[in-house]
């Protein structure tokens, strides 16, 4: 058969069967250099995108169905793409050295995604990430629920910072001493959806799901929107087993939430301003503009529920199996290494656990710095912090851990492969911070 009497019956196909279609939809992604204008400079910044766009395309695919996502390296090194938080086949997984070999400049990699949970994913490489995610290389992956749910918009906000300098240019000097001798590279310029303090507009009476996703290297973000009434309904790509006000959350690197926001029927007119209150000093994210109309109905919303999957109740006679130890040590590639277990990657203190068997592990900061740890593949719950029953209504799949902090999680490993474990500061992983967890069948 020729090729274009081929492409004539899958077009009709196509036609016949729009939902396989849709389940199969192919999508390709390459990464590149490119520009981004920000507002401060005469000129565009040099940076490295995925087709052109910073940030990354935003990825919107349904639960339950395939996705299929072609990679095409045109950098000029190797990359790969990891899929944040979603739990998918382990080959899919995107860890050079781990689950797949480097994709090489010029090369290509197809992705094969089976979405089993809907809810706020991202996406980056995982080969040399502290620079190529600081140069551009991040996206937004939502999975859709089978039934979206009827909030009047569905915002997307990617929380990033960039270490500009005069020129406009990237700062790039990577893994300084500084860097790693602190909590990781943190910029100058804050941004959301790489816009410095955007606008963003409403009607009085709507009520607005707002997914909030920190894709910064080490910045940590937590989040405060004055004057407006804010509840937390996921946490990490799951949605909460009892929804809470949103007071003083802490958002570290890799963590996402999906708030409920409702802007008052009497709000026309009003500016509610964003701001950022982790550190000492506040500072403006973004404002939300209330047009000054008349109100509309405000939807009904019933924000989606997910069963409490791995209650805390299941760990109670599990003993902690690991405790990976969090310190540094002078060595590795950087002269300064982040350690697990004084051990650098890829010379690592691993874990093999077996499917399905509840686990307890234990991060114990020694340093005085930040660590939010994360696991690829699992969504984990945390059960005590420094020896103290903690209480958390949701599962996450990274943990900040505190200067000196002991933080025990509880998971149940569903997935088999071999699952990377790291700090989310960039820096730090890259300085050593990361180990494996084999996961092997019975
Ligand atoms: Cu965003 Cu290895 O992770
Ligand atoms: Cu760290």
């Given at each position: 058969m020729n090729l274009s009497r081929m492409a004539v019956i899958t077009l009709i196909l196509g036609l016949?069967?729009?939902?396989?279609?849709?389940?199969?939809?192919?999508?390709?992604?390459?990464?590149?250099?490119?520009?981004?204008?920000?507002?401060?400079?005469?000129?565009?910044?040099?940076?490295?995108?995925?087709?052109?766009?910073?940030?990354?395309?935003?990825?919107?695919?349904?639960?339950?169905?395939?996705?299929?996502?072609?990679?095409?390296?045109?950098?000029?090194e190797p990359s790969s793409i990891h899929w944040h938080g979603l739990r998918i086949e382990n080959a899919m997984d995107g860890v050079p050295g781990v689950t797949q070999e480097p994709v090489g400049p010029g090369k290509n990699f197809t992705y094969r995604l089976k979405l089993e949970d809907a809810g706020?994913?991202?996406?980056?490489?995982?080969?040399?990430?502290?620079e190529q995610l600081e140069r551009g290389l991040k996206g937004v992956f939502i999975v859709e629920e089978a039934a979206k749910p009827p909030w009047s918009q569905d915002w997307v906000w990617l929380m990033d910072d960039w270490l500009?300098?005069?020129?406009?240019?990237?700062?790039?000097?990577?893994?300084?001493?500084?860097?790693?001798m602190h909590d990781g590279r943190w910029g100058n310029v804050p941004t959301i959806n790489a816009r410095f303090r955007p606008e963003f507009q409403?009607?009085?009476?709507?009520?607005?799901?707002l997914r909030l996703i920190n894709g910064a290297n080490a910045r940590i973000f937590s989040p405060h929107i004055e004057g407006l009434a804010a509840s937390v309904i996921a946490?990490?790509?799951?949605?909460?087993?009892?929804?809470?006000?949103?007071?003083?959350f802490v958002l570290s690197p890799g963590n996402r939430i999906d708030l409920d926001v409702r802007i008052p029927p009497?709000?026309?007119?009003?500016?509610?301003?964003?701001?950022?209150?982790?550190?000492?000093?506040a500072?403006?994210?973004?404002?939300?503009?209330?047009?000054?109309?008349?109100?509309?109905?405000?939807?009904?919303?019933?924000p989606p529920t997910a069963a409490d999957f791995i209650p805390a109740q299941m760990f109670a006679e599990v003993k902690v199996g690991k405790t990976w130890d969090l310190d540094a040590?002078?060595?590795?590639?950087?002269?300064?290494?982040?350690?697990?277990?004084?051990?650098?990657?890829?010379?690592?203190?691993?874990?093999?656990?077996?499917?399905?068997?509840?686990?307890?592990?234990?991060?114990?900061?020694?340093?005085?710095?930040?660590?939010?740890?994360?696991i690829h593949g699992v969504f984990f719950r945390v059960l005590e912090r420094n020896g103290k029953k903690a209480a958390e209504p949701f599962t996450r799949d990274t943990v900040l851990v505190g200067p000196r902090e002991s933080v025990t999680i509880g998971f149940v490993p569903e997935h088999p492969g071999i699952w990377l474990t790291h700090c989310h500061i960039q820096e730090h992983a890259e300085a050593g911070m990361m180990t494996t967890i084999d996961v092997k069948h019975n």
């Amino acid at each position: 058969m020729n090729l274009s009497r081929m492409a004539v019956i899958t077009l009709i196909l196509g036609l016949l069967f729009p939902t396989s279609a849709y389940a199969e939809q192919p999508l390709h992604l390459e990464a590149k250099e490119s520009y981004h204008q920000f507002p401060f400079f005469d000129t565009p910044t040099p940076v490295w995108s995925y087709d052109d766009q910073i940030p990354g395309p935003l990825i919107r695919g349904r639960v339950g169905t395939t996705m299929v996502i072609d990679f095409a390296n045109r950098l000029k090194e190797p990359s790969s793409i990891h899929w944040h938080g979603l739990r998918i086949e382990n080959a899919m997984d995107g860890v050079p050295g781990v689950t797949q070999e480097p994709v090489g400049p010029g090369k290509n990699f197809t992705y094969r995604l089976k979405l089993e949970d809907a809810g706020t994913f991202w996406y980056h490489p995982h080969f040399n990430s502290s620079e190529q995610l600081e140069r551009g290389l991040k996206g937004v992956f939502i999975v859709e629920e089978a039934a979206k749910p009827p909030w009047s918009q569905d915002w997307v906000w990617l929380m990033d910072d960039w270490l500009l300098q005069k020129d406009g240019t990237i700062y790039s000097q990577f893994n300084t001493g500084r860097d790693l001798m602190h909590d990781g590279r943190w910029g100058n310029v804050p941004t959301i959806n790489a816009r410095f303090r955007p606008e963003f507009q409403v009607k009085p009476g709507e009520r607005i799901r707002l997914r909030l996703i920190n894709g910064a290297n080490a910045r940590i973000f937590s989040p405060h929107i004055e004057g407006l009434a804010a509840s937390v309904i996921a946490v990490d790509g799951r949605p909460v087993t009892e929804i809470f006000p949103l007071e003083r959350f802490v958002l570290s690197p890799g963590n996402r939430i999906d708030l409920d926001v409702r802007i008052p029927p009497q709000a026309g007119g009003s500016i509610f301003a964003v701001e950022d209150r982790f550190t000492r000093n506040a500072f403006p994210l973004a404002t939300i503009k209330v047009a000054p109309s008349t109100p509309i109905d405000t939807p009904e919303v019933t924000p989606p529920t997910a069963a409490d999957f791995i209650p805390a109740q299941m760990f109670a006679e599990v003993k902690v199996g690991k405790t990976w130890d969090l310190d540094a040590i002078r060595g590795g590639r950087f002269g300064i290494g982040w350690t697990m277990n004084r051990k650098l990657w890829p010379d690592a203190d691993k874990a093999a656990y077996r499917l399905g068997e509840p686990q307890k592990v234990t991060f114990k900061n020694s340093s005085s710095r930040l660590h939010p740890m994360h696991i690829h593949g699992v969504f984990f719950r945390v059960l005590e912090r420094n020896g103290k029953k903690a209480a958390e209504p949701f599962t996450r799949d990274t943990v900040l851990v505190g200067p000196r902090e002991s933080v025990t999680i509880g998971f149940v490993p569903e997935h088999p492969g071999i699952w990377l474990t790291h700090c989310h500061i960039q820096e730090h992983a890259e300085a050593g911070m990361m180990t494996t967890i084999d996961v092997k069948h019975n």
